[in-house]
């Protein structure tokens, strides 16, 4: 049984906390936070020992009743591997901190890759990242493209890759950067980084990425181009996705056509926060005019890079040296199709 300490119990950390625990061959050690706010009272009524990430604030905590367990450096100490999911741009300062302890640790994808070296995905790249000290699982968006593109990519053998991504303008408890009332070119520039960014994760490939913000706060919406080598038929794209986990080919004519919809279908589904791990490809999207490529899908920015964060900690603690097997379990304890 590992050891998993998560640094930034916010949006993504709590969810890989409840991730982790689901698994039976890792625990949480425990979470850190920065304020007394209901994140940090719900880490402790979960039961999760709760750090602090700034030690001059732990009157604040204890004016609000809320248990610490000691600062970050203590939570640092108990770990096998620390999930580093504060926000983008933190992890510079905490590396030192986790170099000075030994301690391996795995960072999100509002860090550069240059921080770590070394990037991941569950599908395109486990391997590099075996037995490796430092990490990062690549962003939502990076994420989303890669797991679609390296399924199609045996079949297809696909050239160039071009995509455009329409991003949500916040996630859904940001109110200080939401809501807008604007389509904003983000960046204003080609390309965006998350054409670079699958590079890091998937060797060779050929991708320009262009990328706006639109006012919306539940999930991102992509829109790509590919050239293929080989001669194929969309049923053979279609059944390619379909055997795929962590990807769902859904269809606009069954009331699944915007991702308003997909949301409320992850309510049906009844999963922990409502959440949507798999990428959904609208099946009546996919096409193929002379030699290229079509589809959309959607990305749930809060979850899909969860279960890829299990997987890295798999990878790096040298748990599972089968990244499909490391997937099938992932996949079984998170109820993930
Ligand atoms: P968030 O702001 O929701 O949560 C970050 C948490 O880190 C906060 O709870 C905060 O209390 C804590 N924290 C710990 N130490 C801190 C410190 N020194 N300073 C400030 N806060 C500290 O952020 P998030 O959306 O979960 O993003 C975390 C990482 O995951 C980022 O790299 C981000 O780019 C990446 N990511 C985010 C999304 C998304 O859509 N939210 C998707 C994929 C990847």
Known sequence: ??????????????????????????????????????????????????????????????????????????????????????????????????????????????????????????????????????????????????????????????????????????????????????????PPKVPSHHGPDVKTVMDGVDITTMALLVPTTLMHQHNIMAEIKNDVAIDDVIDTLEKRSRVMLVEASKGLGSTAELMEYAKDLGRNRNDFYEIPVWQESINIVDNELFYMQAVHQESDVVPENIDAIRAMLEMEKDNEKSIAKTNKAMGIF
């Open 1 to 186: 049984m590992k050891s998993v300490a998560i640094n930034g119990y916010g949006t993504i950390g709590k969810r890989v906390a409840d991730a982790v625990e689901a698994q039976d061959d890792m625990k949480v050690v425990g979470v850190s936070k920065t304020r007394p706010n209901f994140e940090s009272k719900s880490a402790v009524d979960k039961g999760y020992d709760l750090f602090i990430g700034i030690p001059e604030r732990e009157q604040s905590f204890k004016d609000a009743g809320i248990e610490i367990a000691g600062t970050v450096d203590d939570m640092i100490q108990e770990a096998d591997i620390i999930v580093d999911c504060t926000p983008g741009n933190i992890g510079v300062a905490n590396l030192e901190k986790y170099k000075k302890e030994g301690v391996k640790a795995i960072y999100q994808g509002g860090e550069d890759h240059d921080l770590t070296g070394l990037s991941f995905n569950s599908f395109s790249n486990y391997d590099d990242s075996f037995g490796a000290d430092y990490s990062r699982v690549v962003s939502c968006n990076t994420t989303g493209l890669t797991r679609t593109l390296h399924t199609l990519n045996p079949l297809c053998d696909i050239g160039k890759v071009r995509a455009v991504m329409v991003r949500r303008g916040s996630d859904p408890s940001e109110i200080k950067k939401g809501p807008i009332n604007a389509i904003v070119p983000n």
